[in-house]
């Protein structure tokens, strides 16, 4: 039990009360920008939670997003009223979206001036968040506050994760209205993981699951982030092990095997049959007559029409939440539980099964292989294949074994980074997947940076994303956070220009092309060290200077790609 602290005039007011309760649940950060209510709090009167001023509320919803994916707990974010609670909106939508139990705070109107639409910048913020998040709510007495966040963070941690608002009218933010600083605040009773839902008979249900794995010949687990939140990593690896089982991630779930683990078969995008020129979806499901998901989530974007190739399947639906979406997943097998409990009970109900004959995938690797080593010195611009191949080669030099996260921003490049970067631990990769809101790169570095402070953090981006929220180099250079960041610049939106070429069979300026940004001196003028390479030897030479700066630096890689108007392969989304 802890009391609120104050300083030795001040009386406790609802702001104290506040942060004592998010750092009696574990949270040690508050990402945001403050606005008036600057006059009602002051974030380090709270030993052991720091505020973390970003210059964009979208970067500290992100930034909360990844520190609280990470490290497991709940992490916040802060925005004044309005306008900054309506910039903090995407950040919500990607915490929602992508699955991450974020504490949202906004300011808000005093109490008593509260009218939506006619109060200077004031919005109803519940109305506009309750819809993407997993609680909403404004505070109406001070003294609950301890109550409200007890709720959010509950809410937060329960299967799907995702965030929670708090409402703060500046006026009882700052009161201390029945606030008793004697007063023992209750335990906090912060979940140690998420709480999911538990299917009474589950267990059945599992062991029809172990039946069908019995006589499959081919089965392959298919993996998503809530196997990595359930603790299940170690035990679907020993499983997969035992029983020469290949696993398959979602883009989240890279890294629940190792990078060059035998039956790590990697992680699925729908576009990279035309990214390889290769049939790889059918090479990686074809032969397989069982899928096992396993932290299945459909918001992690990898689709059932990914897996329905070739022969017929029996399927198996392994969450902590009931089925959302029978229209385009109805499983053979329906088992609602947690993953950890569910591996386990399918390990020992197939203790003497003899393990699999695994299909051969060699086709694919020596693809990917190939296609990675691409020595051709391209005229106009490296392509995105050679940069990720010297990515991954600096960070095996510089990161501990089993160590270091590579980041990808939002944009054509992130499907490759999908296929080809490495990821060594869990979340040794980190994209967006449900949200993909672009700009999400310098925000997603920071969480995973200030998650792993002795790690490596190499970020890839694209031009159009990371010139979208660029102004946030201000902010990783202030706190000095060794990020090495990549910019792939091809002074478009490429992935638009993609789409443009598919439905149009050309591509139409104005809408995707830019005039041009120096992103060394964009780099400089925000206090980062940067450099330009433009061939795999200038940029393996950059990275590893980067990487041994210790703090901030970024590299300009002028990029192309190859697809011709209407030529790009298939796409499987
Ligand atoms: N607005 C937001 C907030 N998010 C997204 N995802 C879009 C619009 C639509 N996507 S992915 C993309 C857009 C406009 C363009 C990315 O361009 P880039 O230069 O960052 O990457 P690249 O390699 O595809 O050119
Ligand atoms: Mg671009």
Same mark, same amino acid.
């Given at each position: 039990?802890?009391?609120?602290?104050?300083?030795?005039?001040?009386?406790?007011?609802?702001?104290?009360?506040?942060?004592?309760?998010?750092?009696?649940?574990?949270?040690?950060?508050?990402?945001?920008?403050?606005?008036?209510?600057?006059?009602?709090?002051?974030?380090?009167?709270?030993? !052991?939670?720091?505020?973390?001023?970003?210059? &964009?509320?979208?970067?500290?919803?992100?930034?909360?997003?990844?520190?609280?994916?990470?490290?497991?707990?709940?992490?916040?974010?802060?925005?004044?009223?309005?306008?900054?609670?309506?910039?903090?909106?995407?950040? +919500?939508?990607?915490?929602?979206?992508?699955?991450?139990?974020?504490?949202?705070?906004?300011?808000?109107?005093?109490?008593?001036?509260?009218?939506?639409?006619?109060?200077?910048?004031?919005?109803?913020?519940?109305?506009?968040?309750?819809?993407?998040?997993?609680?909403?709510?404004?505070?109406?007495?001070?003294?609950?506050?301890?109550?409200?966040?007890?709720?959010?963070?509950?809410?937060?941690?329960?299967?799907?994760?995702?965030?929670?608002?708090?409402?703060?009218?500046?006026?009882?933010?700052?009161?201390?209205?029945?606030?008793?600083?004697?007063?023992?605040?209750?335990?906090?009773?912060?979940?140690?993981? %998420? +709480?999911?839902?538990?299917?009474?008979?589950?267990?059945?249900?599992?062991?029809?699951?172990?039946?069908?794995?019995?006589?499959?010949?081919?089965?392959?687990?298919?993996?998503?982030?809530?196997?990595?939140?359930?603790?299940?990593?170690?035990?679907?690896?020993?499983? *997969?092990?035992?029983? $020469?089982?290949?696993?398959?991630?979602?883009?989240?779930?890279?890294?629940?095997?190792?990078?060059?683990?035998?039956?790590?078969?990697?992680?699925?995008?729908?576009?990279?049959?035309?990214?390889?020129?290769?049939?790889?979806?059918?090479?990686?499901?074809?032969?397989?007559?069982?899928?096992?998901?396993?932290?299945?989530?459909?918001?992690?974007?990898?689709?059932?029409?990914?897996?329905?190739?070739?022969?017929?399947?029996?399927?198996?639906?392994?969450?902590?939440?009931?089925? %959302?979406?029978?229209?385009?997943?109805?499983?053979?097998?329906?088992?609602?539980?947690?993953?950890?409990?569910?591996?386990?009970?399918?390990?020992?109900?197939?203790?003497?099964?003899?393990?699999?004959?695994?299909?051969?995938?060699?086709?694919?690797?020596?693809?990917? *292989?190939?296609?990675?080593?691409?020595?051709?010195?391209?005229?106009?611009?490296?392509?995105?294949?050679?940069?990720?191949?010297?990515?991954?080669?600096?960070?095996?030099?510089?990161?501990?074994?089993?160590?270091?996260?590579?980041?990808?921003? +939002?944009?054509?490049?992130? &499907?490759?980074?999908?296929?080809?970067?490495?990821?060594?631990?869990?979340? #040794?990769?980190?994209?967006?997947?449900?949200?993909?809101?672009?700009?999400?790169?310098?925000?997603?570095?920071? #969480?995973?940076?200030? *998650?792993?402070?002795?790690?490596?953090?190499?970020?890839?981006?694209?031009?159009?994303?990371? &010139?979208?929220?660029?102004?946030?180099?201000?902010?990783?250079?202030?706190?000095?956070?060794?990020?090495?960041?990549?910019?792939?610049?091809?002074?478009?939106? !490429?992935?638009?220009?993609?789409?443009? $070429?598919?439905? &149009?069979?050309?591509?139409?300026?104005?809408?995707?092309?830019?005039?041009?940004?120096?992103?060394?001196?964009?780099?400089?003028? $925000?206090?980062?060290?940067?450099?330009?390479?433009?061939?795999?030897?200038?940029?393996?030479?950059?990275?590893?200077?980067?990487?041994?700066?210790?703090?901030?630096?970024?590299?300009?890689?002028?990029?192309?790609?190859?697809?011709?108007?209407? #030529?790009?392969?298939?796409?499987?989304?």
């Amino acid at each position: 039990m802890s009391r609120v602290s104050t300083g030795p005039s001040s009386k406790p007011t609802a702001a104290h009360a506040l942060l004592a309760r998010l750092r009696d649940h574990g949270v040690e950060k508050v990402f945001g920008v403050v606005g008036r209510e600057a006059a009602s709090i002051l974030f380090d009167e709270v030993e !052991g939670i720091d505020f973390v001023l970003t210059r &964009h509320e979208f970067t500290a919803g992100v930034a909360a997003d990844v520190l609280a994916r990470i490290t497991g707990r709940p992490q916040a974010c802060w925005a004044t009223l309005g306008p900054g609670m309506t910039n903090l909106s995407t950040g +919500i939508a990607t915490s929602v979206l992508d699955r991450s139990p974020v504490i949202a705070l906004a300011a808000q109107s005093e109490s008593h001036d509260i009218f939506p639409n006619d109060t200077h910048q004031c919005l109803d913020s519940v109305s506009i968040i309750a819809p993407m998040s997993k609680y909403a709510v404004e505070l109406e007495r001070p003294h609950e506050i301890t109550d409200l966040v007890d709720s959010a963070v509950t809410a937060a941690m329960t299967e799907p994760v995702g965030p929670s608002f708090i409402s703060l009218p500046v006026d009882l933010l700052g009161s201390s209205e029945g606030i008793d600083a004697e007063a023992e605040r209750p335990l906090a009773r912060t979940p140690g993981k %998420p +709480i999911g839902a538990v299917q009474d008979g589950w267990e059945q249900a599992a062991d029809e699951a172990a039946e069908l794995l019995k006589t499959a010949r081919h089965p392959v687990l298919v993996v998503g982030a809530a196997a990595i939140r359930s603790g299940a990593v170690p035990a679907v690896r020993a499983l *997969a092990e035992r029983l $020469n089982v290949p696993v398959i991630t979602t883009y989240i779930a890279k890294g629940v095997l190792p990078h060059g683990h035998e039956l790590n078969y990697g992680a699925v995008t729908g576009y990279m049959d035309g990214i390889l020129d290769f049939p790889a979806l059918e090479t990686l499901f074809g032969p397989a007559d069982l899928i096992l998901t396993v932290g299945y989530d459909y918001a992690e974007d990898l689709r059932p029409s990914m897996w329905q190739k070739g022969a017929e399947k029996k399927t198996v639906r392994v969450s902590p939440t009931a089925n %959302p979406i029978p229209r385009v997943y109805r499983p053979t097998v329906d088992v609602v539980t947690d993953v950890l409990a569910f591996v386990e009970h399918l390990d020992a109900a197939t203790v003497s099964l003899e393990a699999k004959e695994r299909h051969d995938i060699e086709p694919l690797r020596a693809r990917v *292989a190939e296609f990675l080593a691409d020595p051709t010195a391209y005229e106009d611009g490296m392509r995105v294949h050679q940069v990720i191949d010297s990515m991954n080669t600096v960070m095996e030099e510089v990161a501990e074994s089993g160590e270091g996260t590579i980041v990808s921003d +939002i944009g054509f490049f992130r &499907h490759y980074g999908v296929l080809f970067a490495r990821a060594d631990q869990p979340f #040794g990769f980190l994209t967006s997947a449900g949200c993909s809101s672009f700009g999400y790169g310098i925000p997603a570095a920071m #969480g995973a940076q200030l *998650a792993r402070p002795g790690q490596p953090t190499f970020l890839i981006a694209g031009d159009g994303g990371f &010139h979208s929220n660029s102004a946030d180099l201000e902010t990783i250079a202030r706190l000095n956070l060794p990020i090495v960041t990549v910019v792939v610049n091809n002074d478009t939106n !490429g992935l638009i220009e993609l789409y443009q $070429n598919l439905g &149009h069979r050309r591509s139409h300026d104005p809408a995707v092309k830019f005039t041009g940004v120096d992103f060394v001196a964009l780099a400089e003028a $925000n206090g980062v060290e940067a450099t330009k390479a433009a061939d795999r030897q200038e940029l393996l030479a950059a990275l590893r200077k980067g990487a041994e700066l210790g703090r901030p630096f970024l590299i300009e890689v002028p990029i192309n790609y190859d697809f011709q108007p209407g #030529g790009f392969g298939a796409l499987s989304i």
